[in-house]
């Protein structure tokens, strides 16, 4: 098991990474199609090389509301998701009504959503990676690891494809 977070892409608008089975992306300004196009590469290559894969998202506070057209791709490239696909966890981070009524919404949306694996919303790292562990059968320390790995991936320098460690 890879015990880094391996930095597939940072730059002003988003950080993608990965670790172990999770593809990890940080939303930091808006969700691009470009975005959503180098997470699915990354999860492409997550897949190749496990039995299976768990999607890990952070919206930080500054995430605007995606296009029509992101929000039309986003929904096709779920829907068209690999077979592999374990689990996805959303974080919505931020306090108070707008973050509560965001993470509302998108429950809302997941549960009359059909997908065939399990999908969890949260405004918490910590929580969506032990929920994460669960969903992939593995054991609390792991949910730790994947935690660091993304707040790795979320430090990850801008412009910066490469291997930082989630020891911090």
Not at 75 to 100: D, H, N, W, Y
Request: charged share 15%; proline share 4%.
């Amino acid at each position: 098991m890879r015990e880094s977070a391996g930095i597939f892409e940072s730059n002003e608008l988003h950080a993608i990474g990965q670790f172990d089975c999770v593809s990890v992306a940080v939303w930091r300004t808006t969700i691009s199609l470009e975005g959503l196009l180098a997470l699915a590469r990354n999860h492409a290559q997550i897949a190749a090389k496990n039995d299976f894969v768990c999607t890990f998202v952070v919206a930080e506070p500054t995430v605007q509301l995606p296009s029509a057209s992101v929000r039309a791709e986003s929904a096709r490239l779920m829907r068209s998701g690999s077979p592999k696909q374990r689990c996805s966890v959303t974080v919505i981070e931020g306090g108070g009504f707008l973050g509560a009524a965001s993470r509302g919404v998108l429950t809302a949306i997941q549960v009359l959503s059909k997908h065939a694996y399990a999908l969890h919303t949260c405004a918490d790292i910590t929580d969506a990676a032990r929920w994460t562990a669960k969903q992939a059968d593995r054991p609390h320390d792991w949910a730790v690891k994947v935690a660091q790995a993304v707040l790795t991936v979320r430090n990850a320098p801008i412009g910066s494809p490469a291997t930082a460690s989630a020891a911090g």
